[in-house]
């Protein structure tokens, strides 16, 4: 157990749809980050926060939005859902943003289906 | 753009053999980090080992090693006694020094045959 929850843990929905997917950083972690695991794509950084600020920005769609909320817990929002968006989503957190090395601790995801 | 390659989708090896998996990768940078990520079929992500690019010691974790060629951009995993609780997807995945985004190769799935 890394210390970094998700969830749901598994999420079946429509094309056309939104969904909202939640992590909770380890504690004391400040870094957030949002990775998207498709059979296609593979492992694809998405979006980086730390302490309540968007810091780094990957390939996520503009479909896709996040925040990083007072408490650190992160959502990741994705809207009118198409079936390429299946994919197992991770979270990771780490205690601070780049630098010294610190190792980003991954959450066990959120398998998304869209139907 | 740093790219990170593994050639082999699926490898095989017998129980307490020894395995090397590959990677290579591509950067213009001359400090970085290398891992090893092990994924099983929970789908828990978990860090194997690490390499600092500035480091020329090989990294090693108990039955894990890492064989390390700067020049050439080769980062590959040898994994000694395999046992049963190995089979997984193994990413080779870099990272900058100066960021946070963790690129990840596409993967070689291990099957530790009894």
């Known amino acids: 157990d890394s210390g970094v929850t998700q969830t749901p843990k598994h999420l079946i929905t429509a094309t056309g749809q939104r969904v909202t997917l939640r992590c909770s950083p380890r504690?004391?972690?400040?870094?957030v980050y949002w990775y998207q695991q498709s059979l296609d794509q593979g492992l694809q950084f998405l979006i980086q926060y730390y302490n309540g600020e968007e810091r780094a920005k990957g390939n996520i769609l503009e479909r896709f939005s996040a925040q990083q909320f007072p408490d650190l817990h992160s959502e990741l929002n994705l809207s009118s859902l198409e079936l390429g968006d299946s994919a197992l989503y991770f979270c990771?957190?780490?205690?601070?943003?780049?630098?010294?090395?610190?190792?980003?601790?991954f959450g066990p995801g959120t398998r998304l289906t869209v139907l | 753009a740093q790219t990170v390659t593994q050639s082999q989708p699926e490898m095989s090896v017998q129980e307490a053999e020894t395995v090397t998996l590959s990677c290579t990768y591509d950067t213009s940078e001359s400090d970085y980090y290398l891992f090893w990520y092990k994924q099983p079929p929970s789908r828990q992500m978990i860090l194997v080992i690490r390499?600092?690019?500035?480091?020329?010691q090989n990294a090693t974790e108990n039955r894990f090693s890492v064989n390390f060629q700067k020049a050439a951009k080769s980062f590959s995993l040898k994994i000694s006694d395999s046992q049963l609780g190995d089979a997984a997807m193994y990413f080779c995945?870099?990272?900058?020094?100066?960021?946070?985004?963790?690129?990840f190769g596409k993967g070689t799935r291990l099957h530790i045959l009894p």
């Open positions: 995945a870099y990272r900058r020094i100066t960021d946070d985004k963790i690129i």
């Open positions: 990771a957190s780490s205690v601070r943003p780049a630098g010294d090395y610190n190792e980003q601790f």
């Open positions: 504690s004391g972690d400040l870094s």
């Open positions: 390499q600092e690019a500035y480091k020329q």
